[in-house]
């Protein structure tokens, strides 16, 4: 079962710094703690980023790898659960500079697996909760 959902946040920072906040992965555990446990960059390259996460949800602990594309001059991130708890699920993040301001939209289609529709309002609001964070941090810089 998928459900999707889109989401959208501006933030007083400039396009880099916002994408690149997001392709930090190995800093989510940090920045996002209900979001990543636990990561581990598998592949790197300037263009992808392979890696294996793990999370906590409902008291159940999940673990999924995935893969991010990174198109710096298009503005987009599109990462996609190739194994794991997950699988199958896309999301997309589309980053475009306005004054000085980022304005970024996120689709999601996110595969609940064992949660089943007891995750499908959790899904979106741990997606706008890091929206949410990211926003605090990246203003702080």
Do not use: C
């Not at 880099?16 to 989510?28: K, L, N, Q, Y």
């Amino acid at each position: 079962m998928a459900i999707d959902f889109d989401l959208s946040e501006t933030v007083s920072a400039p396009k880099e710094r916002v994408m690149a906040h997001f392709i930090g992965v190995e800093d989510m555990p940090k920045y996002h703690p209900k979001m990543a446990r636990k990561v581990e960059v598998l592949e790197k390259s300037d263009s992808a980023i392979k890696y294996r996460l793990e999370t906590k949800v409902m008291l159940k602990k999940m673990e999924s790898v995935n893969s991010m594309s990174i198109d710096r001059a298009a503005g987009t991130l599109v990462t996609e659960t190739l194994e794991g708890d997950g699988k199958g699920s896309k999301i997309t993040m589309a980053f475009t500079e306005k004054e000085g301001k980022t304005d970024i939209s996120m689709k999601a289609s996110i595969e609940l697996g064992v949660l089943g529709s007891l995750g499908k309002g959790m899904a979106a609001s741990m997606w706008k909760e890091a929206m949410e964070q990211a926003k605090t941090v990246l203003e702080k810089k």
